[in-house]
């Protein structure tokens, strides 16, 4: 698989989504409120995990098991696009708990650990990284 445009896409936004993702979870910490930075870092982390999300729509599963293009890693942008929803409405409706407690899960599930599968052998962005470090 070469490095299209959309795959472009997909890295940068999830790239940045993994760096935003810490600056909006700390800076609502107990003891630390800082809300304009809070909701500025927070919208622009989840309007990258929607481009994330929906950019992935379009990036066909070249070597695992799929169907029509699409392989068990797409069954990971339902799943974001219905939690960042839920945590949306769990702000809206004053239930901050388990706001944060949405928000951090996604963000460990869907930036951390969905990020590391990304750099197993046969992924591109893996054999980038791999060629790098050799």
Known sequence: MSFT???AIHT??????????PLALWSRR????????????????????????LSA??????????IAGFGPIHLLVPFVLVMLVVAMRHMLRGRL?????TMLQLYI??????GAFTLLPGRL???WVRSLLA
């Open 5 to 7: 445009p959309v795959i």
């Open 12 to 21: 940068a936004a999830a790239l940045a989504a993994v760096v935003i993702g």
């Open 30 to 53: 107990s003891g630390h409120v800082r809300t304009r930075l809070h909701r500025a870092a927070g919208y622009s982390w989840v309007l990258l995990m929607v481009f994330t999300a």
């Open 57 to 66: 729509l379009f990036i066909p599963a070249a070597r695992l098991p799929n």
């Open 97 to 101: 708990q388990a706001h944060r407690q």
């Open 109 to 114: 599930g869907a930036c951390l650990v969905a």
């Open 125 to 127: 962005l893996g054999q």
